[in-house]
């Protein structure tokens, strides 16, 4: 086993104890405080109440940032990947310890509920061990021999550092997926997280640094983002770029990173039909779609949105997706038997209430909900629209939100043609018992990821990506390491 001389590296300072009361920045192995620093409040979305002010990183932060990622690299990509395996092994052990507090954390500043956060810790802990055990696997080979005496191989080699950028809707697995993906193939990584939700990837942070990763191998910033992001990837020590987000803002980073002709994995907004034929338990399917529509108050970029469902059982579907949204508890996610918590931010209240409007005016039938819940926070109601007309805003745009949208159908290849006809290509689900169908809808939905007879279609072990304009490139899965690996072509005579 090769190892990495002590001198080539220096262990990062060992983390505080995360909280809002102490939110800092990490960068080049120290943990530093908001002194001189501009600052931004963080705010519970489910009271309002101010949690703590968070640092902003400035110019030269970003800066010495990119020159520890870079002075870093060489030790880190050198270091066995067995040896980076460990650590990432370890920041798993470190996240299952310590569940419930990093859980807690993650509600109070993001809104969703406590079961959901406990999930995502572990999640969040399996992507580590993931790349952990992917990393020993960055294969090359050797081609035949073309003459006696030349021997020609291709090897795989860390692109080099990364610049990530998460979202506030999994600030926890997002985090997990950007860093894991390019520590296990042995680049170094800076990653700008949500300032919505910043406590939360400081605690993956720190698992990482108690487990051993070396100073300067992971940053943390947080800042505007259209700054952050402008800096970080216009610098030449930048050669893979990561986002995670709206596609407005990934195609604006994918201009940023065309002047220097950097490789980037985009996953952009989605908006994803649910296709539900009339041979199916449609109680069964109605428990699973309540579930996967109002996790998250509906803030997931796969979260099922448009669903078509066959005419002969499209009212009694209608009827029941209904009552089972108003008999949701919707409360503070941090109060156990919560079903529902407030959304991330005002914004998002705001833009959700203007779509269900829209939706309202032009004649769609609202079933259950459709109103904020007058009360301190940013809560909205389970809603469920049905015979929501096509010109509507939110059966074009991605709602982002707690709403379901229900239309009926009765023709097989005009459904397949709706729920293609969106420039969106996240994730895709179908129900039915047929297999024949089974096999059609695999074949003929157009998105990265499908669901059939199931919403669940993450794990580490899969990619994860969409198609269109919802991105390119995925994570986890093994295309996950390979999208911060390079190829090598060496001819030896």
Same mark, same amino acid.
């Given at each position: 086993?090769?190892?990495? !001389?002590?001198?080539?590296?220096? =262990?990062?300072? !060992? !983390?505080?104890?995360?909280?809002?009361?102490?939110?800092?920045?990490?960068?080049?192995?120290?943990?530093?405080?908001?002194?001189?620093?501009?600052?931004?409040?963080?705010?519970? !979305?489910?009271?309002?109440?101010?949690?703590?002010?968070?640092?902003?990183?400035? =110019?030269?932060?970003?800066?010495?940032?990119?020159?520890? &990622?870079? @002075?870093?690299?060489?030790?880190?990509? &050198?270091?066995? =990947?067995?040896?980076?395996?460990? *650590?990432?092994r370890r920041a798993a052990e470190i996240l299952?310890? @310590?569940?419930?507090?990093?859980?807690?954390? /993650?509600?109070?500043?993001e809104g969703k509920t406590l079961a959901?956060?406990? *999930?995502?810790?572990?999640?969040? /802990?399996?992507?580590?061990?993931?790349?952990?055990?992917?990393? @020993?696997?960055?294969?090359?080979?050797?081609?035949?021999?073309?003459? =006696?005496?030349?021997?020609?191989?291709?090897v795989r080699e860390p692109v080099g550092p990364v610049a990530a950028f998460a979202p506030w809707n999994f600030p926890l697995g997002n985090p997990a997926r950007k860093l894991g993906a390019a520590l296990g193939a042995g680049c170094t990584c800076i990653l700008k997280p949500a300032e919505e939700a910043p406590a939360s990837a400081l605690s993956i942070a720190a698992a990482l640094v108690e487990a051993g990763v070396p100073a300067g191998v992971i940053a943390i910033v947080f800042g505007v983002p259209s700054e952050v992001s402008a800096h970080l990837i216009a610098s030449p020590v930048i050669r893979k770029i990561s986002f995670t987000g709206s596609v407005p803002v990934g195609k604006q980073l994918m201009k940023l990173a065309a002047e220097g002709a950097k490789r980037t994995t985009m996953e952009l907004g989605g908006h994803a039909p649910v296709l539900v034929f009339d041979d199916v338990d449609v109680d069964n399917v109605l428990d699973l779609s309540v579930a996967a529509k109002f996790r998250n108050a509906g803030q997931v970029c796969v979260s099922p949105t448009r669903f078509y469902v066959h005419e002969a059982i499209y009212e009694r579907f209608v009827a029941g997706f209904a009552a089972r949204a108003k008999a949701l508890r919707v409360d503070d996610g941090l109060l156990e038997g919560v079903r529902m918590g407030p959304l991330a931010h005002a914004r998002r209240l705001a833009a959700v209430q203007a779509f269900v409007e829209d939706a309202r005016s032009q004649g769609a039938r609202v079933a259950a909900g459709g109103r904020r819940i007058e009360r301190r926070g940013w809560f909205h109601e389970p809603t469920v629209l049905a015979d929501v007309p096509g010109s509507a805003r939110m059966m074009n745009e991605e709602p982002f939100g707690p709403v379901a949208l229900v239309n009926p159908f009765s023709d097989f290849d005009?459904?397949? &043609?709706?729920?293609?006809?969106?420039?969106?290509?996240? +994730? +895709?689900? /179908?129900?039915?018992?047929?297999?024949?169908?089974?096999?059609?809808?695999?074949?003929?939905?157009?998105?990265?990821?499908?669901g059939i007879n199931s919403f669940a279609i993450s794990v580490p072990e899969s990619p994860f990506g969409g198609v269109k304009e919802s991105g390119h490139g995925s994570e986890e899965g093994v295309e996950g390491l390979e999208a911060c690996l390079v190829t090598k072509f060496i001819t030896e005579s």
């Open positions: 086993m090769s190892t990495v !001389p002590a001198s080539e590296t220096r =262990p990062a300072a !060992p !983390p505080p104890r995360i909280g809002h009361d102490d939110l800092r920045l990490l960068i080049d192995g120290e943990w530093l405080k908001g002194e001189g620093r501009r600052t931004l409040p963080v705010i519970n !979305p489910a009271t309002e109440e101010v949690l703590g002010q968070l640092p902003l990183a400035s =110019p030269a932060d970003l800066d010495r940032a990119l020159e520890a &990622a870079q @002075r870093a690299w060489p030790a880190w990509r &050198a270091m066995a =990947p067995v040896q980076r395996g460990r *650590i990432l299952r310890s @310590r569940v419930e507090e990093i859980a807690r954390l /993650a509600t109070t500043e959901e956060t406990r *999930i995502e810790v572990g999640m969040s /802990a399996n992507i580590f061990e993931w790349y952990a055990e992917e990393g @020993r696997r960055a294969y090359g080979r050797v081609l035949p021999q073309q003459s =006696p005496g030349v021997r020609m191989t291709v005009a459904v397949l &043609a709706e729920a293609n006809r969106l420039p969106y290509g996240l +994730a +895709a689900f /179908a129900f039915t018992r047929d297999s024949r169908r089974v096999n059609l809808v695999g074949e003929q939905l157009e998105a990265g990821m499908i």
